[in-house]
């Protein structure tokens, strides 16, 4: 089994920053890409940014230049850097990987339970 567990979230005032961590757990052969996600209230979820094991990354256009996403492989765990909070940037932060697990040959998804972020003065 593989589990994400996710970790810092919570309240930052609008310009602010938070740091969250998403550690991966388990039986895992191989973590490729890792992946944050949000979901604001009555919204579709949508990707924020993304890294591949390279440290490739790629983000969302509404938070390049504010957002920053890197992986500790050794730690098998993804950040994201969140500076310049908006207002309306409050949503679950959700962690997503593709693993090989050690006990399935090919590529599986994981998600992690997911962090609230609020942003409010």
């Known amino acids: 089994q593989v589990q994400l567990v996710e970790s810092g979230g919570g309240l930052a005032q609008p310009g602010g920053s938070l740091r969250l961590s998403c550690a991966a757990s388990?039986?895992?052969?191989?973590?490729?890409?890792m992946d944050w996600y949000r979901q604001a209230p009555g919204m579709e979820r949508e990707m924020v940014a993304s890294?591949?094991?390279?440290?490739?990354?790629n983000y969302a256009d509404s938070v390049k230049g504010r957002f920053i996403i890197s992986r500790d492989n050794a730690k098998n765990t993804v950040y994201l850097q969140m500076n310049s909070l908006e207002p309306e940037e409050p949503a679950v932060y959700s962690c997503?990987?593709?693993?090989?697990?050690?006990?399935?040959?090919?590529?599986?998804?994981?998600w992690g339970q997911g962090t609230k972020v609020a942003v409010s003065s």
């Open positions: 388990g039986s895992i052969f191989r973590l490729n890409d």
């Open positions: 997503h990987a593709n693993v090989i697990p050690r006990w399935y040959p090919t590529p599986r998804d994981y």
């Open positions: 890294i591949t094991s390279g440290a490739s990354t």
